[in-house]
């Protein structure tokens, strides 16, 4: 199961709000590259593919194809606009060891 916190659903919201090509999902990936190895991907996408998950968590319905789906098992996506920076994290369990920019890691 992968978790939405409130702040990530509403900026979500207003995100796809603002989509004019309407697209229904958020699709969250783990794909290969960055400084640890791997890296988080997140978009918008029209389609669910045979090998997706979907997950509908705190009124976002997210698309996980399943390989993705093993390295993000326990994640909570967060949003932050501090003065740190502005933006999605993925807050997950399964890293041992995460980039000083928070968008890659390793298992």
Same mark, same amino acid.
């Given at each position: 199961?992968i ?22 999902f ?13 890296? *988080? ?29 093993? *390295?993000?098992?326990?994640?909570t996506?967060?949003f ?28």
């Amino acid at each position: 199961m992968i978790n939405i916190s409130n702040p990530a659903r509403d900026r979500l919201l207003h995100l796809l709000g603002k989509d004019k090509k309407g697209h229904p999902f958020v699709r969250v990936g783990v794909e290969s590259g960055g400084c640890s190895g791997l890296s *988080y991907n997140l978009d918008f996408d029209k389609t669910k593919n045979e090998d997706d998950e979907l997950i509908d968590n705190n009124g976002i319905k997210l698309l996980i194809n399943k390989k993705s789906f093993l *390295y993000l098992v326990g994640t909570t996506l967060e949003f932050s606009d501090g003065l740190n920076g502005k933006g999605f994290v993925f807050n997950n369990p399964n890293a041992s060891r995460t980039c000083g920019c928070g968008e890659s890691f390793s298992l």
